[in-house]
């Protein structure tokens, strides 16, 4: 998990959507997927945009991707990150087109590239509203830059 996080604005965990902020509690990177297709569905929503149906459930991926597109941004929008900080577009590796924006830590901006292979870490944080674990990316082990 990353270590002293700063300041964000959180998410609003819902019944939909809980066990996407909760799962870094035990490391583990949950998506939606449809049990008769098998499409994983981000953000969360109802029905399987492929075959329509409602058999769906959390599961947890790999946690790994790649870097797909970023910027580094040097501006203080907030008080927190330290500037400057990578956000990134990840596609996670179990399926095409499935994709988090995020940011990317534990490498020089400088050293973020279009397909830098990264794995999940997260980042714990607790509101009156409860727990939630935001996940972040960094380049995968002995994969830096």
Known sequence: ???????????????????????????????????????????????????????????????????VSYTVNH?????????PYVVALVEIEEQEGVRLMTNIQGIPPEDVRIGLEVE?????HTDAEGDVWIPIFQPRSGKGA
């Not at 501006?75 to 500037?83: I, K």
């Not at 999940?120 to 714990?124: D, I, P, R």
Request: hydrophobic share 35%.
């Open 75 to 83: 501006q203080a929008w907030m008080p927190s990150p330290e500037l």
């Open 1 to 67: 998990m990353a270590d002293s996080p700063g300041f964000r604005l959180l998410p609003r965990v819902t019944s939909t959507n809980e066990f996407f902020w909760t799962g870094g509690l035990h490391n583990e990177l949950r998506f939606l997927r449809c049990q008769d297709d098998h499409y994983i569905i981000h953000p969360p929503q109802p029905i399987c945009p492929i075959c329509h149906g409602k058999n769906l459930a959390p599961e947890t991926l790999s946690g790994r991707g790649t870097v």
């Open 120 to 124: 999940v870490a997260f980042e714990h």
